[in-house]
């Protein structure tokens, strides 16, 4: 086994795996939607393999302001808080956070916490409610232990910055396993140019799903064909997401737009478990409402469905792509009970891939 | 004990408060809590009313039907209450302390947690089949998408305010966790259902509430009649410019509809003063000008939990959910932007495990009458949380008016709404 100072860990681009066809933006991240910022507290000491990320869709600033939110509920078995604000309004200034599912609680009150921050009306805006999407990491996790507080919620939001977004075994993909190897934390972007403008979809997931022998990348079945590396195949499968974009979408669009990461997700299998968690959450920056007093009506423009398809599609790639960046990211983490998830062999994986499309 | 040792802040709105607690009103009696009141005391400042409905303000609160104002055309059950729904038990832990101006993390204090527990069993172990209505999304309902999902109720129902919602939702965990020690080793973590409303009467962002106080409420829970008003998660809440909270009643069905219970369980803090209905009268109307502060923070809620022997598929309950928001509705409530108005429904007719193979449920041609009881005991517990709940003074000694009881019943006669 190696350490996880010898692992070489690399992006799929850099690994020179292309997937789909659109180009990505130039961090290839979530954080390529200006204004968008990503944090992680990462929990990682013998059996406690956990932590919490959180996803800011907007400068903290940004007080009295709504953005237009959607999601899709593929499979709901696990916890995504504000839920009812989300789907009934569709406009909110929420932070997303995702954790284990012992630490939602916590997490939520970490939210609460940084919503009086921001105002002391909490329910008048304050980005209440906070979104906060889980997964199942006690594969490597002592969940149990219940390591995640309050203050590691208020932790990730105080590290929240835009640039590169750190990926792998971070946040609250610390403990995640996916497909029999490391999982975690993995974001891709695509650029799209529409009215003259460039604008962009960007993805980040936390991988924690599907077994080894479903494992699919570009279209090659390489969890079927791998034969020589132990497997952290586990029952506790989960998936979440965040899409972000800056094109202006109406919530109708922005569900469909996590729809089309689901569909992306999908190219690399692992959703099809009957307790599992598989949900997306995504917003758009684009549009920003005041909401003030005087406002009597708001003149919105949204990209018209004629031309909507690349976005879509540009969701679905970034997707993909994302968690493939979770695999060749992740580093070899030792949990509890001295259980281990092995990183991805990137070299061995690409010279699979290559072999099977000549 | 005299007001003044139960209070120690009385303030100007003593001298009306006096005037009206002496009143007596049909029927008015020792039952209108007869549940009993379970409070988590904590120290001297923190008390709770006494067990003959008197409050600590010195009013007389009682139940709609005391007053013998009587809402559609099926019995009520023998508590009038959830609890007439066998194994269903309520318990509240209410934290009331302070007075006067907001200090953050100090006071004061009027906040709580109700808890529901769905049947006498481990509802982890064995889950009930559960269906949620969102009339208008402007709260949070925690398990809501994983039993959305499931069909299935895995943990008890909590009731509390907005900010609570993290703590309770924890606290509840650590009770699931004590009960099931396999949760997160070899069985799923469950989801708990925390729901809130926003009890902008004290200091919501200190939030008193703490682990003990969540276990100490389910402790407490007991079936039979049911403490409402401002009680538990209920205690800091209003709703049509008076002061509300829990609110509960039930309906049974005769035999030959099947016999079922349906009740209501509610946590009332939404409407304004000139929309409130009493059985079609238009009480709101008719007292506004009865003293009504202005309280900061508009966003206000009702949070809606039905339960019925009925077997009943997830999709039934959705649609029995729906019929809360019709008896919510004869109350006079338009669900308002910034309403949180959530509901959610469970049958005991199964136990639902992971091998169940088996399911009961109803015809669709009995629910139509199930849906009758579902609106009579919705519209009953939302005015049972109003006319329980005494005047009560929150931050920044703003003071939230209890109904007038005498006024409401001769409001009822004068509508010739009287039953008896």
């Known amino acids: 086994m190696m350490t996880s100072m010898e692992e070489k860990r690399m992006d799929a681009r850099e690994a020179g795996l292309i997937l789909g066809g659109l180009p990505p933006g130039p961090l290839n991240g979530i954080t390529d939607v200006k204004g968008v910022r990503v944090g992680h507290a990462t929990l990682s000491r013998g059996d406690v393999q956990t932590g919490v990320t959180v996803v800011l869709p907007h400068e903290a600033d940004a007080e009295r302001a709504l953005w237009f939110y959607g999601c899709h509920i593929f499979d709901g078995h696990g916890e995504a808080t504000g839920i009812q604000v989300l789907e009934d309004f569709g406009m909110m200034s929420a932070p997303v956070f995702l954790t284990n599912v012992m630490a939602v609680g916590r997490v939520y009150n970490g939210g609460i916490t940084f919503g009086y921050g921001r105002d002391k009306g909490l329910p008048t805006d304050g980005g209440w409610p906070p979104i906060v999407m889980s997964i199942d990491d006690r594969y490597l996790n002592n969940l149990r232990a219940r390591a995640v507080k309050e203050q590691h919620a208020l932790e990730a939001v105080k590290k929240a910055t835009s640039g590169v977004v750190d990926s792998g075994s971070v946040g609250a993909g610390t403990g995640a396993v996916a497909f029999g190897f490391k999982g975690g934390i993995g974001t891709s972007s695509r650029r799209v140019d529409w009215d003259a403008s460039t604008t962009h979809v960007g993805v980040m997931t936390l991988a924690n799903h599907g077994s080894r022998e479903e494992l699919v990348i570009d279209g090659v079945p390489v969890g079927k064909k791998w034969k020589d590396a132990a497997s952290a195949d586990h029952a506790y499968h989960g998936v979440v997401g965040v899409v972000a974009t800056d094109v202006p979408m109406s919530p109708r669009q922005l569900n469909h737009l996590a729809q089309r990461a689901v569909a992306g997700w999908q190219r690399i299998g692992g959703l099809l478990d009957s307790i599992t968690t598989a949900m997306v959450v995504a917003f758009s920056t684009g549009i920003r409402l005041e909401s003030v007093k005087e406002t009597r009506e708001h003149r919105l423009e949204f990209v018209p469905e004629s031309r909507i398809s690349s976005f879509y599609r540009a969701a679905a790639e970034a997707a993909e792509e994302s968690v493939i960046n979770a695999l060749f990211r992740a580093t070899t983490v030792k949990g509890r009970d001295g259980r281990v998830a092995q990183a991805v062999p990137v070299d061995t994986l690409m010279k699979m891939i290559k072999t099977h499309k000549r | ?420």
Request: with cysteine.
């Open chain 2, 1 to 420: 004990m005299t007001q003044e040792n139960k209070y120690p802040k009385a303030g100007p709105f003593s001298r009306f408060l006096l005037g009206i607690s002496r009143r007596r009103f049909l029927r008015l009696s020792t039952g209108s809590m007869a549940g009993g009141f379970v409070g988590c005391l904590l120290n001297r400042e923190e008390w709770a009313a006494g067990s003959d409905g008197t409050s600590p303000w010195g009013e007389n609160r009682t139940r709609l039907r005391e007053l013998g104002i009587e809402i559609g055309r099926y019995p009520p059950g023998p508590y009038n209450a959830i609890t007439d729904v066998r194994g269903v038990r309520v318990g509240h832990c209410t934290k009331i302390s302070g007075s006067g101006k907001l200090r953050v993390g100090v006071g004061p204090v009027r906040t709580g947690v109700t808890v529901i527990m769905p049947h006498k069993g481990n509802v982890f172990e064995e889950k009930l089949a559960v269906g949620h209505f969102v009339l208008n999304g402007n709260g949070e309902m925690t398990g809501f998408v994983r039993d959305r999902e499931a069909g299935t109720l895995e943990t008890p129902i909590f009731l509390t305010g907005t900010a609570n919602i993290g703590i309770v939702y924890d606290a509840a965990l650590t009770y699931l966790m004590e009960q099931n020690p396999d949760i997160g080793i070899s069985e799923n973590v469950p989801v708990p259902v925390v729901a809130e409303c926003w009890d902008a009467m004290g200091d919501t962002e200190g939030r008193h509430i703490t682990e003990q106080d969540v276990l100490n409420a389910i402790k407490a829970a007991s079936g039979g009649p049911v403490a409402e008003g401002a009680v538990g998660g209920g205690t800091g809440m209003r709703s049509y410019g008076f002061k509300a909270g829990i609110g509960s009643s039930s309906r049974v069905l005769p035999d030959e509809r099947g016999g079922y219970t349906v009740g209501v369980l509610v946590n009332a803090n939404h409407g304004s003063r000139h929309l409130l209905r009493i059985d079609g009268v238009p009480v709101g109307e008719e007292l506004l000008d009865y003293p009504e502060k202005k309280e900061s923070g508009k966003s206000k809620s009702i949070i809606m939990v039905a339960a019925t022997d009925a077997p009943m598929l997830p999709v039934q309950l959705q649609r029995l959910c729906k019929r809360l928001a019709l008896g919510l509705a004869r109350t006079g409530s338009v669900s308002t932007h910034g309403s949180g108005d959530i509901f959610i429904a469970f049958s005991t007719g199964n136990r639902i495990t992971k091998n169940s193979k088996e399911f009961l449920c109803v015809d669709d041609s009995m629910v139509s009458r199930l849906w009758e009881a579902a609106v009579e005991a919705a519209e009953e517990a939302v005015l049972n949380a109003l006319t329980s709940a005494p005047t009560m003074d929150g931050k920044d000694d703003r003071v939230c008016e209890g109904i007038p009881l005498d006024r409401l019943v001769s409001l009822m006669q004068k509508y010739n709404r009287l039953r008896r």
